[in-house]
């Protein structure tokens, strides 16, 4: 595998009927169909050591939990790519928070780590993850409200939004006692978020209301065109 070696014992039959699914017949790659399932389990928290007993169990074949950590690093080129991608000129709503967990550093010690999870909400309503950093620390400044209208005050105070996102990443991590790197930390909130978002199809509630009033209060930075 590009990974590493691995060691498949593929049954031999008398009418050569017999169709591996693991390696397919002539492929000395793991199937990109395997791949992605192990991508997948991690995404939902599993260890790499479970998923590497669920392929002995499964396929009878052992894969250490470093293949398995290195094959999802797959993922780091999409991460990078969401990184730089083009954001919204604007979003009228934006949260900040974080979620702490414990980290091995580059002296092997382990030590807190703070990740930054920015939540905005564009002009059509509708929620995403601005972006994610990993820091040392958490912000001593606090968010400043001002005098908004009752449906804008209720969206920003309220944080069922953030609270709500954070409940399906804790989810996934809390099975994860000391990341062994920042990378790895980032990497399992990116899958877990990749898994969110596909629930994020509807705009938040009253978002029409919202929406013409901040146009009405910010009408030289905000506009529903």
């Not at 990497?187 to 919202?210: C, E, Q, S």
Request: hydrophobic residues 35%.
């Amino acid at each position: 595998t590009p990974v590493g070696d691995i060691t498949v014992t593929t049954p031999r039959d008398r009418d050569a009927s017999f169709d591996p699914q693991f390696i397919k017949k002539r492929e000395t790659m793991l199937s990109e169909g395997m791949a992605d399932r192990i991508i997948g389990l991690y995404a939902l928290g599993t260890s790499t050591r479970d998923i590497s007993s669920w392929l002995e169990e499964t396929v009878g074949t052992s894969v250490s939990a470093e293949t398995i950590s290195s094959i999802t690093d797959r993922v780091l080129p999409e991460l990078e790519a969401w990184r730089n991608r083009s954001l919204d000129e604007v979003y009228p709503i934006v949260w900040l928070d974080a979620l702490h967990y414990k980290v091995m550093d580059e002296k092997n010690r382990v030590v807190s780590r703070a990740i930054y999870n920015v939540l905005g909400i564009d002009k059509d309503g509708h929620k995403d993850l601005l972006g994610m950093y990993v820091s040392k620390s958490e912000c001593d400044r606090l968010s400043e409200f001002f005098q908004y209208s009752e449906p804008i005050r209720k969206l920003i105070y309220t944080t069922n939004t953030v609270e709500g996102y954070h409940r399906q990443i804790r989810k996934v991590t809390k099975n994860k006692g000391v990341f062994p790197n920042d990378t790895a930390l980032i990497k399992l909130v990116y899958l877990a978020y990749r898994n969110a978002r596909k629930k994020w199809t509807m705009p938040v509630p009253n978002w029409g209301i919202i929406s013409q009033q901040l146009a009405i209060k910010f009408e030289d930075r905000y506009n529903l065109l």
